[in-house]
């Protein structure tokens, strides 16, 4: 059963396509065009955790034939077989809770779905945040910018020739890195949206999935290497929540779909619990490597000025691309809700195969 694993899509059609959208909105003075959601850094500014929750998943109340979803859908098409769809004439700020029930279970089901000119960033943060937090409590990130006049949950997404930070962070490293955010939070975020306010000329994407016989197993997770790339900043460095590490099953299960979903990625987990270091290495580099190459279980996301992303991050990985010139500006933002504690799938004991690993015993995963 596929996972969805969010990722650039170089291809004849792709490149077509982004020729078709070279004349974006922009201010004709060079400002923003969303100026009270331009970044703010504040080195002093500290949060507290939001803790241990009980989370109900709203996609266990929806109607699976979604009428209020997609009452007013003039048409929606697969961006690829496996994860993605996008969807024309639904707009996110008029759905009612049951429609965003159905937005929870279809976002589930599909991995990723895009909806376009929408005025979800016209709304207001406050109605913004309402509409989000129905998925779950907001996330607060531990250093990245939110909005000087707008609340911390609102995570700002900001490349520009003003403020290059974001390029800075990725010097001598590729920036194409797949991984679910926030994954060493004791409850990862669940289902997230991506609201992009204003695109460059070429704006670039996202992608989904694969999955292996892993069940029992567990992993480490840490943000101590995104900190630590933060630090770099010196005082104008934004830290505030101290470093977090979590131990999660490598498999998991949907608690909606019960869909089966490696949770593994190369940003934030550190090794297997019980393997030596050489082996650790070994096999989450083969999964790493698995999620990133495999073309057939991917979709690319081309964002534009009103295209909102919401996507299930239990059943997708996803990873940014730099693949604009540098100095245009890309301004978006992420709000994050958190969800429920990763769920371990089970190990399948029905062939014999895990009492037939010497390893698998050791680790009483039998």
């Known amino acids: 059963m596929p996972i969805a694993v969010l990722k650039p899509a170089t291809n004849a059609s792709s490149m077509k396509d982004s020729k078709a959208h070279l004349a974006r909105p922009k201010n004709d003075d060079g400002s923003p065009l969303y100026p009270d959601y331009m970044p703010f850094y504040d080195p002093l500014e500290k949060v507290e955790d939001l803790g241990e929750f009980d989370h109900f998943d709203p996609g266990h ?41 159905e937005l929870a279970l279809l976002a589930a089901q599909r991995g990723a779905l895009v909806f376009r000119d929408q005025d979800f960033g016209d709304i207001g943060f406050e109605n913004q945040k309402e509409i989000v937090r129905h998925f779950g409590p907001l996330h607060i990130h531990g250093w990245a910018p939110h909005p000087m006049r707008g609340p911390p949950e609102h995570m700002i997404i900001y490349d520009h020739k003003d403020d290059l930070r974001v390029r800075r962070s990725w010097a001598g490293r590729s920036p194409v890195q797949w991984h679910t955010d926030q994954s060493p939070e004791i409850q990862p975020p669940g289902t997230t949206f991506i609201c992009m306010l204003e695109s460059p000329s070429t704006a670039g994407g996202t992608r989904s999935s694969a999955r292996r016989r892993l069940e029992g197993l567990t992993a480490v997770h840490s943000n101590d290497d995104g900190v630590a790339a933060e630090l770099k900043n010196g005082k104008e460095s934004v830290m505030r929540r101290d470093v977090l590490k979590t131990e999660h099953p490598v498999v998991i299960v949907h608690p909606v779909t019960k869909q089966k979903a490696l949770y593994v990625n190369p940003v934030y987990t550190k090794y297997i619990v019980g393997y030596d270091k050489e082996e650790s290495d070994y096999l989450l580099n083969f999964l790493y490597n698995h999620i990133a190459t ?34 245009d500006r890309r301004h978006a933002f992420r709000l994050t809700p958190l969800a429920n504690k990763p ?16 390893q698998r015993v050791q680790l009483n995963l039998c």
Request: aromatic share 6%.
């Open 343 to 358: 769920i371990p799938a089970l190990v399948e004991e029905d062939d014999g195969e895990c009492g037939r690993d010497e």
């Open 61 to 101: 109340r929806a109607d699976p034939s979604l009428p209020n979803l997609l009452k007013n859908a003039t048409k929606s098409f697969d961006l690829s077989p496996h994860v993605g769809t996008e969807i024309h004439g639904v707009q996110l700020s008029q759905l009612t809770s049951e429609g965003l029930d």
């Open 294 to 327: 495999r073309q057939d279980f991917s979709c690319r996301v081309r964002y534009e000025a009103g295209t909102v992303l919401v996507w299930d991050q239990r059943v997708t990985n996803h990873s940014q691309t730099l693949d604009y010139p540098v100095g």
